[in-house]
């Protein structure tokens, strides 16, 4: 079993900068990458960021050049560095990790409990 403890959202101004983490533990082997989502009430879940095991990263576009994702592979954790937010970024921030774990089973993905990110105009 794997567990993800998010932590660092929040309420900020526009403008403001926010870093969300995302700590795995548990029966994991290997971490093939880890990243954000983030939803709105009504509308569809949206990537925000994705990191693999060797730092090949993605980011929507909404995001690009504000954003930066990065990983701690000892520490199996996650960053996500939200520089110049903006009203639009307000929503709930879920992480992922999709993991081989070691009894061997398939990969899979993981998810963290969502934490609200608000920013304000």
């Known amino acids: 079993q794997v567990q993800l403890v998010e932590s660092g959202g929040g309420l900020v101004q526009a403008g403001g900068s926010l870093r969300l983490s995302c700590a795995a533990s548990?029966?994991?082997?290997?971490?093939?990458?880890m990243g954000w989502y983030r939803q709105v009430a009504g509308q569809q879940r949206e990537l925000v960021a994705r990191?693999?095991?060797?730092?090949?990263?993605n980011y929507a576009d909404s995001v690009k050049g504000r954003f930066t994702i990065s990983r701690d592979n000892a520490k199996n954790t996650g960053y996500l560095q939200m520089n110049s937010l903006k009203p639009e970024d307000t929503a709930v921030y879920l992480c992922y990790v999709f993991v081989r774990p070691r009894s061997g089973a398939a990969a899979y993905n993981y998810w963290g409990q969502g934490t609200q990110v608000s920013v304000s105009s």
């Open positions: 548990g029966s994991i082997a290997s971490i093939y990458s």
């Open positions: 990191i693999t095991s060797d730092g090949n990263t």
